[in-house]
């Protein structure tokens, strides 16, 4: 089964807006990852968040961590059209995985 | 600085051609090499990955096959192609310890007719 799921599946907003993205998952993890995808490009890692942080920051980016709930959630303050992209959660399983998986993501629109 | 190649960034290939897609990492030593399919509008399917030179474990039962000749090559491999087969591939590497971000190559994206 799908490790992490992305909520929503689309998201369209106006520049200047908050956009904030979920992930979901099922099992144990050491860590969670959000990755960022153009069009036609490869995945770009933006943050990590371990399974001990609650939250953490990263220029315009805000990530959350629930473990009891196992959900994280992607903040994107202040979107810019630059920011149209689809975004991607990812996780290692507890226990020295190296295999991640990767949710279907969440393709994010941001109209100037 | 580690960098990622792949190529061919496009290729067009009638059913039942062989296939090879090459990835090589620069910068760095014994990293974890994955190879990944998307298809379009989706997320990433894990085909492949290594550990080391020889090593690679496959997790879709498919007619793809992979093979590591060199610490820092990967290759994606098909005898015949099926229609099935068309998407975006996508190579990637993570450090070996770490294990923690994975870093991906810009893609190549297959259309078998």
């Known amino acids: 089964s799908q490790q992490g799921e992305e909520d929503p599946q689309a998201l369209s907003i106006q520049e200047g807006e908050n956009a904030t993205m979920n992930c979901s998952y099922k099992t144990s993890i050491n860590n969670l990852q959000w990755y960022r995808q153009n069009s036609g490009r490869g995945l770009v890692h933006l943050i990590l968040?371990?399974?001990?942080?609650r939250e953490k920051h990263s220029g315009r980016l805000r990530v959350t961590l629930d473990t009891s709930k196992k959900s994280s959630s992607l903040l994107i303050t202040a979107s810019r059209a630059a920011d149209t992209a689809s975004y991607f959660c990812?996780?290692?399983?507890?226990?020295?995985?190296?295999?991640?998986?990767f949710g279907r993501g969440t393709s994010l629109i941001v109209h100037p | 600085s580690q960098t990622i190649h792949q190529w061919p960034a496009t290729l067009v290939q009638p059913v039942g051609s062989p296939l090879s897609l090459e990835c090589t990492v620069e910068?760095?030593?014994?990293?974890?090499l994955y190879w990944y399919r998307q298809a379009a509008g989706r997320g990433l399917q894990l085909l492949f990955y290594?550990?080391?030179?020889?090593?690679i474990s496959s997790e879709v039962p498919q007619n793809l096959s992979a093979s590591r000749p060199q610490d820092r090559q990967f290759i994606l491999s098909s005898k015949k192609l099926l229609l099935s087969d068309s998407g975006f591939y996508l190579c990637?590497?993570?450090?070996?310890?770490?294990?923690?971000?994975?870093?991906f190559g810009p893609g190549t994206r297959l259309l078998v007719l």
């Open positions: 910068g760095t030593s014994n990293p974890n």
């Open positions: 968040i371990r399974s001990n942080e």
């Open positions: 290594s550990v080391g030179i020889g090593q």
């Open positions: 990812a996780t290692y399983r507890s226990g020295g995985s190296y295999i991640p998986t």
């Open positions: 990637a590497w993570s450090p070996a310890l770490t294990q923690e971000t994975q870093y």
